[in-house]
């Protein structure tokens, strides 16, 4: 059974930084792609950013660009994103989900979500 387990998130300041991992188990997606979306409070979900698990090809939303940074560790099956200069606008529930093909992609494992709240 697929497992995404999602860590990390929290309150901060506007400005501050907060890293998330997601630790994927229960299979591999070595030719698949691993994406973060988010939603907040009553509004749809929203893509922020995936990457490629075999060549590392990165994608980002435009409002997270230059401040949001996607990586993976193949040996610990885990996707962190980095969060810099965060805004009131980033509060989110944030979600990891996983695609067994890299393009298109089809993300059809989710994890439960982590909170991540930024006060101004």
């Known amino acids: 059974q697929v497992q995404l387990v999602e860590s990390g998130g929290g309150l901060v300041q506007a400005g501050d930084s907060l890293r998330l991992s997601c630790a994927a188990s229960?299979?591999?997606?070595?030719?698949?792609?691993m994406g973060w979306f988010r939603q907040a409070p009553g509004k749809g979900r929203q893509f922020v950013a995936a990457?490629?698990?075999?060549?590392?090809?990165?994608y980002y939303a435009d409002s997270v660009k230059g401040r949001f940074t996607i990586s993976r560790d193949n040996v610990k099956n885990t996707v962190y994103l980095q969060m810099n200069s965060l805004k009131s606008e980033d509060t989110a529930v944030y979600y990891c989900?996983?695609?067994?093909?890299?393009?298109?992609?089809?993300?059809?494992?989710w994890g439960q979500g982590t909170q991540v709240t930024v006060s101004s």
């Open positions: 229960g299979r591999t997606f070595s030719n698949g792609r």
């Open positions: 990457i490629s698990w075999s060549g590392g090809s990165t």
């Open positions: 989900a996983a695609s067994n093909i890299d393009y298109p992609p089809r993300y059809d494992y």
